[in-house]
Nanobody, 122 residues
Framework: QVQLVESGGGLVQAGGSLRLSCAASGRTFRRYAMGWFRQSPGKEREFVAAISQSDGGTYYSDSAKGRFTISRDNAKNTVYLQMNSLKPEDTAVYYC???????????????WGQGTQVTVSS
C-alpha cells in the first residue's frame, strides 16, 4: 500500500511558475513509476507527465513538453513537477499516481493522491 500526498498548488499569474511535490509513504517508493495527471471541471483526467522507477526516463504530454519537468528523489520518497510558463488553460486539480509503468493511461496506476489545485490567472 502506498499513500500519496500532493502539495505546492496555488494561485499564480500567467507566465509564472509552481513546483508541485508528491510525498509517498512506505519503503517501496523506488519500485513504482510515478505520474502526474490533471483534471479541470467538466473534463476527463488527463496525463501530464511520468517518470520511470530506475533510469529516470521521463514522458510528457504535448501540452507539458518544454514547460514542465518531472523528477524524483527516491531518498526522500518524493516526486516533483516543476511547471514554468504557466497558462490559464493549465488551471486544474493536479494528481500524482503510482504504478508499475510510466504510462499515459490513468487505468494503469494503482495509487492516487487527493490532488492539489493549481489556478493560473490571465
Amino acid at each position: 500500500q502506498v499513500q500519496l500526498v500532493e502539495s505546492g498548488g496555488g494561485l499564480v499569474q500567467a507566465g509564472g511558475s509552481l513546483r508541485l511535490s508528491c510525498a509517498a509513504s512506505g519503503r517501496t517508493f523506488r519500485r513504482y513509476a510515478m505520474g502526474w495527471f490533471r483534471q479541470s471541471p467538466g473534463k476527463e483526467r488527463e496525463f501530464v507527465a511520468a517518470i520511470s522507477q530506475s533510469d529516470g526516463g521521463t514522458y510528457y504530454s504535448d501540452s507539458a513538453k518544454g514547460r514542465f519537468t518531472i523528477s524524483r528523489d527516491n531518498a526522500k520518497n518524493t516526486v516533483y513537477l516543476q511547471m514554468n510558463s504557466l497558462k490559464p488553460e493549465d488551471t486544474a486539480v493536479y494528481y500524482c499516481a503510482a504504478g508499475g509503468l510510466p504510462a499515459r493511461q490513468k487505468a494503469l496506476y494503482d495509487y492516487w493522491g487527493q490532488g492539489t489545485q493549481v489556478t493560473v490567472s490571465s
